[in-house]
């Protein structure tokens, strides 16, 4: 397994959020989950361009066309226009945490019992259950590879895993106390972490 120091590039702060738990990229702007609101920030500016008002206290994601957001027991699908919720699924039995969209397909996380689940986002039915031996947080593919967080005792690493086995093929180790909550890549170089109630997003780099 490659192991290494995680590389802070960037830290975002926000004077109304105190949460930062899901997050994706839509293509230009990062989604934050932020509690009672799902926010649209410009990641080269920092600003905060829009808000839905959606409950969004976990796992975020978007398939090209719309978001998903965890809230409670159940996914709902929302449209980023105008930020109506096209439908719902139940969440794995035992609730969520993490959340992204690759293959046609949600891969959603459970923090506590530490797994990640590949979902039909149609009916919300288990097709694939990958275990960690960590308490697992966000989720993200990039360039065919599964990366996720952890966040166990106050540290949390971003490691990469087979999505066949789970087996860990490499590691980045965030600094004692910054935690990830949320994750996602730009799809090329930088990974999205979103901090939890320190209510902060910071931006790492993938390793080369």
């Not at 226009?81 to 969520?96: C, K, L, N």
């Not at 690759?102 to 996380?109: H, I, K, M, P, R």
Request: proline share 5%.
């Amino acid at each position: 397994m490659k192991r290494a120091a995680a590389e802070i590039a960037r830290e975002y702060t926000f004077s109304d959020v105190t949460n930062v738990a899901g997050v994706t990229y839509d293509g230009t702007n990062v989604w934050i989950a932020a509690g009672d609101t799902l926010n649209a920030v410009d990641p080269a500016s920092g600003k905060t361009l829009r808000k839905l008002n959606v409950p969004a206290h976990a796992g975020t994601a978007f398939d090209g066309q719309h978001l998903y957001q965890i809230s409670g027991e159940h996914i709902q699908k929302v449209d980023p226009d105008t930020g109506r919720v096209v439908s719902t699924i139940p969440t794995p039995e035992g609730g969520a945490a993490g959340m992204a969209w690759a293959e046609g397909t949600l891969w959603v996380a459970q923090h506590r019992k530490r797994k990640i689940h590949q979902v039909d986002p149609e009916t919300g039915k288990i097709l694939r259950t990958l275990d960690s031996n960590r308490f697992v947080t966000g989720v993200t593919w990039v360039d065919g590879e599964l990366w996720h967080g952890t966040w166990e005792e106050e540290q949390s690493e971003i490691r990469r895993i087979d999505p066949q086995s789970g087996e860990v093929l490499a590691q980045l180790d965030m600094p004692p106390g910054l935690i990830v909550a949320g994750l996602e890549s730009n799809g090329s170089d930088t990974f999205f972490c979103g901090g939890g109630n320190s209510g902060k997003l910071r931006a790492v780099r993938r390793p080369k």
